[in-house]
């Protein structure tokens, strides 16, 4: 257990509520953290492992208080009661405001399989596009196979432009008789 996890729980029986900052915690406790940078390192580390999430009883909190080179710290409490004037006289810093802890919500990450098939259609559209720019040979094989092929895909897909060739269907002329 790191010494902010010590801090926490000795903050809470003793007041009813810590406050996580590492500022706070090195000013209040200077018996357990000889810095900031220490409690700062202490603070990572139980942040990594979860320690404040899930308490029972415990409503964390998001505060506000003057005088920090941080002023946005989480407190957790087990009472709301005259919990600001209780901050105050605990750690020195006044409040400036003080309510619920957003709630980070994480962001979807996109589906692998999705990501496996946008890749799989770039590198298909990028294959077609440097085969239908190929010089069309001028005798019949298979090369001249799978240019026609590619250029006729890009064509249907709508993607010939820029690729060096001008589809057949583009280059007619509608004569109106």
């Known amino acids: 257990m790191s010494k902010f996890v010590t801090y926490a729980h000795q903050a809470m029986a003793a007041c009813g509520f810590a406050v996580l900052s590492p500022e706070v915690a090195a000013t209040v406790r200077p018996d357990l953290f000889h810095s900031g940078m220490e409690a700062s390192g202490s603070l990572g580390e139980a942040n990594q492992h979860r320690h404040f999430h899930g308490m029972r009883g415990v409503t964390r ?16 409490t087990r009472s709301m009661d005259d919990l600001e004037r209780r901050i105050q006289q605990v750690t020195g810093f ?17 589906h692998p399989t999705t990501i496996a098939a946008e890749n799989l259609a770039v590198a298909r559209m990028a294959k077609l596009r440097a085969l239908a720019a190929q010089e069309l040979p001028s005798y019949g ?5 799978e240019i ?3 250029r006729q895909e890009l064509a249907r897909l709508g993607e010939a432009d820029g690729v060096g060739f001008v589809p057949a269907w583009r280059g007619r002329v509608e004569s109106s008789s």
């Open 94 to 110: 006044k409040v400036l405001s003080i309510g619920p802890e957003p709630v980070a919500v994480p962001k979807a990450a996109p």
């Open 61 to 76: 909190l998001q505060a506000e208080l003057a005088g920090l080179a941080h002023p946005t710290v989480t407190v957790i």
């Open 148 to 150: 026609t092929r590619a």
């Open 141 to 145: 094989c298979t090369l001249r196979t």
